[in-house]
């Protein structure tokens, strides 16, 4: 159970770590904007989430339990909640990408968001809070497009780390028939479909954002909601090409085998078109009859030795000389936990290893969102 809160009143600064009381003060009075963060939600969550924000218990339920919700828009009259996807970047052990859940209520003037563990994402706009205020001073409709806007963001680097596992597959796909190649593209897919199950739902959601069916979102801030539904869409579109390499993968895989199997029937051909000869050599002097003229040769049995191996040799040399003797590559496997490099993620701190923490550090993209935009449309204020 973590809660963290912040207020940007009319003076200008901001507040943290406020009070039940003092929230249910800000809220009355509809002014400024209360953030509200609840991370690792227990049962006491919900009723906190009940008593000071009086919000529905379906919602309340969704952010409570453990298990994955499809991502959903919920409109309430007051407020609306929002439920989106994202990646679950704290794993180290998982050899699939995990999906991480994201629920945030938007009302007048306030935003709650909660999630079951900590995500990059949310800690970056946490600290961007806590070092200037800024995501504050746009609203609590552009507050929940910062929040969504780096939770896509921090889907492509698994979009990356999914292409090189691809490429890495279709690779050793040519070089061996192991079944750890098999099992690595099978792994491959399942985390392609649960990008794509992120992917596709929220493009609906971000869209009905964007074109002006909730009053709560003011015209002003649709546009950005409309930029990260362009950031899901060439995700998706990224996505659906590592599932052709995936594709890919396989009938590559499925061809290795089988040239696998002919080079089987190539041993087996060459063993018995050694042997053959031998044995109908060694089948003519085997017959049981009482005159053979050669028997009676002192140095017969030498001959016939050395013409075996004679034809020993000469059906090694003819093969040899038709490649079929070739030297196996080493299987070499690929099969590894999912794994990205997190300084490519918003809100990651060098040196640390889970969300969290204090620091002052932004991403060079989202400085941009903050900062490069004020000039349009900040003289608007808060709402």
Not at 129 to 140: F, I, M
Not at 236 to 254: G, Q, V
Not at 260 to 269: C, D, G, S, W
Not at 341 to 355: A, F, I, S
């Given at each position: ?5 912040y ?8 507040e ?8 249910a ?14 991370a ?20 309340i ?28 970047h ?17 009302g ?5 968001s ?13 600290n ?10 746009r609203?609590?409709?552009?507050l ?6 780096a939770?896509v ?14 490429d ?16 690595s593209?099978?792994r491959?897919r ?11 739902p ?74 053959l000869?031998?044995m ?10 009482h ?15 050395g ?5 020993i ?10 490649g ?16 990205i ?8 701190v ?33 709402q």
């Amino acid at each position: 159970m973590s809660i963290r809160s912040y207020y940007l009143g009319e003076t200008g600064t901001v507040e943290t770590s406020l009070s039940t009381e003092r929230m249910a003060e800000v809220l009355a009075s509809g002014k400024g904007l209360l953030w509200v963060d609840v991370a690792e939600t227990t049962d006491a969550d919900g009723v906190f989430l009940a008593n000071v924000f009086n919000f529905h218990r379906l919602a309340i339920e969704d952010c409570v339990e453990p298990a994955i919700h499809a991502p959903k828009i919920d409109d309430y009259g007051s407020y609306f909640f929002l439920l989106v996807h994202g990646i679950n970047h704290t794993t180290t052990t998982s050899n699939v990408v995990e999906t991480a859940e994201l629920e945030i209520f938007l009302g007048p003037n306030y935003v709650v968001s909660n999630h079951n563990f900590p995500l990059y994402s949310v800690e970056e706009i946490v600290n961007q809070v806590e070092t200037s205020g800024k995501p504050l001073q746009r609203g609590a409709d552009f507050l929940v497009y910062l929040l969504v806007d780096a939770l896509v963001d921090n889907i492509l680097p698994a979009i990356d780390y999914l292409s090189d596992i691809a490429d890495d597959i279709e690779e050793q796909a040519l070089a061996t028939s192991d079944p750890a190649t098999l099992e690595s593209i099978h792994r491959l897919r399942r985390s392609i479909r649960s990008v794509h199950r992120t992917t596709i739902p929220q493009r609906e959601l971000l869209n009905r954002l964007s074109r002006g069916d909730y009053p709560l979102v003011r015209p002003q801030t649709r546009v950005y909601f409309r930029d990260v539904y362009d950031h899901l869409v060439r995700i998706d579109d990224l996505n659906m090409n590592i599932r052709e390499s995936a594709d890919n993968a396989i009938t590559t895989y499925l061809s290795a085998v089988a040239n696998r199997q002919n080079e089987t029937m190539k041993v087996l051909a060459v063993v018995g078109a050694i042997f053959l000869p031998l044995m109908l050599v060694a089948g003519v002097y085997g017959m049981n009859f009482h005159y053979m003229p050669e028997l009676g040769w002192r140095h017969w049995y030498f001959v016939v030795i050395g013409f075996m191996l004679s034809v020993i040799l000469g059906s090694l040399v003819v093969f040899w000389k038709r490649g079929w003797f070739r030297p196996r590559p080493l299987p070499a496997y690929i099969l590894r936990p999912f794994s990205i490099d997190r300084n490519r993620l918003r809100g990651h701190v060098p040196g640390t290893e889970r969300p969290g923490g204090t620091h002052g550090g932004r991403s060079a993209r989202a400085k941009a969102t903050l900062d490069g935009v004020e000039g349009v449309d900040g003289a608007e204020g808060r709402q």
